[in-house]
């Protein structure tokens, strides 16, 4: 009995500690003074789980699209509850540039004959005015054009010659006359010059 008592008191002082201490306890029917112990029994005592020291373990990040397990250790029961969750692929962005807007096609131009390159020798008594009804035409041409550009879009069908081509042509004979006169006054007068005044939108 005295055996028994020893074992019981150094279980219960075996509480406290940290770790727990082993016992050597021989088997029933071993405890008596005239008989010889012949095996002995380990016996181990252990203290409760303490729920403060409950842990939880998370592997490291995974790679993006493969699942991540985190194991949760429960301080009641000491079961094991695995918790998988999926994670979701990052969304791939690209560095594509927005499409770009339709094409309207070429800008119309208004097109005319060059007057320079189909006038004779001009005498030097006629060269400045020539010259001056010259720069007029490509003046007005230029103007011309950019009102061209301008009316993209109106849909009325004679804006253009109306408004724009009708006006250059008369600008253009009144111009080509001055010229024949000029010239005329120095020599003989170049004759069908009005042809080079009609004008074209391509």
């Not at 600008?171 to 010239?183: C, E, G, K, M, T």
């Amino acid at each position: 009995m005295g055996a028994i008592a020893a074992v019981v008191l150094v279980m219960i002082v075996n509480e406290a500690n940290d770790p727990p201490m082993k016992i050597l306890v021989p088997p029933p029917g071993d405890v008596g003074p005239y008989v010889p112990i012949t095996s002995v029994v380990e016996v181990v005592v252990t203290q409760p789980t303490d729920p403060t020291t409950a842990t939880t373990k998370v592997p490291s990040p995974q790679q993006p699209g493969q699942h991540q397990t985190s194991t949760t250790r429960q301080p009641a029961t000491g079961q094991i509850a695995r918790t998988t969750a999926a994670r979701t692929p990052a969304t791939k962005t690209t560095g594509l540039e927005p499409p770009a807007p339709p094409d309207d096609g070429p800008v119309p131009v208004i097109v005319c004959p060059n007057v320079a390159a189909a006038l004779p020798a001009v005498p030097a008594g006629a060269q400045t005015e020539v010259t001056r009804e010259l720069r007029n035409l490509e003046t007005w041409l230029a103007e011309a054009n950019r009102r061209l550009v301008a009316s993209v879009g109106i849909s009325d069908p004679g804006f253009v010659h109306n408004a724009i081509l009708g006006p250059l042509i008369s600008q253009r004979i009144a111009s080509l006359d001055r010229i024949a006169i000029a010239i005329g006054r120095f020599g003989p007068r170049p004759a069908g010059l009005e042809r080079l005044a009609p004008c074209s939108v391509r």
